[in-house]
Structure formats: structure tokens, C-alpha cells
């Protein structure tokens, strides 16, 4: 039996790049028939179609939704003004600290720091 021992820095850089270059790996082709072969491309045309279809739907109603809060935007800002400028006033308080790190599809060079506190701002 035997036992691998690896400083936690090296094992830690081993996993970073094990990370970035999983998305490198290719498959293996598929050494397929003709028949087989006509039959996978027309399965993924299929599929294909049908995820169009899908995210043509997706659009549609996303821009029905975005032309219905518009309308009634406008007609909120011709009927109270005073409503309208309080419905679009900016929110305080609600940013994302700039400070701490937003997740991302990339490992980190420092771990998450999961009890984050804000800095205190000078005065």
C-alpha cells in the first residue's frame, strides 16, 4: 500500500489546475456505423431544434413580461409621478460588498471566507 503525502499548497495548486483544464478534456470520438451515425446526427438535430424552440419561447415571453412592466411603468409615471419616483428610487444598502469575493466558475486563489464581516468605513 501506498501513501501519497502532499503539503496542502501542492495539493491545493493540483486541484486548481485539475479545475481549469477539466473543461480542455475532449471525449473520445465515437467510432460509430453509417446507420448509427445517421441516426446520432438525427437525434442531435432534433435536440438541437428543440432547444431553439425552447429558447425561442423563452425570448418571447421574457420580452412580453419586459414590454408589460414598461406599460405599466409609463402608465404609473403619467398617473403619480410622486409614485413613480418612489418606485425607482435607488436602493441603499443592498450592494455586494466590494471587499469580499463574488463566486465565479474559476477556483479561487484564497478559500471563501465564510464569517465575512464589512470593513468598517473611517470616519
Known sequence: MRINS??????????????????????????????????????????????????????????????????AMEDLKQTSPQLYALANKPEKKKKFPLDMRMPTDYPPTKPWVYNYEPSQKRK
Open 6 to 71: 502532499v503539503n496542502a499548497s501542492t495539493q491545493r495548486v493540483v486541484n486548481q489546475l485539475s479545475a481549469l483544464s477539466a473543461s480542455k478534456k475532449q471525449p473520445k470520438l465515437l467510432n460509430l456505423c453509417k446507420e448509427d451515425l445517421i441516426k446520432h446526427k438525427t437525434i442531435t438535430n432534433a435536440w438541437n431544434v428543440y432547444q431553439r424552440k425552447v429558447n425561442e419561447k423563452r425570448h418571447i415571453q421574457l420580452n412580453a413580461q419586459y414590454k408589460s412592466i414598461h406599460e
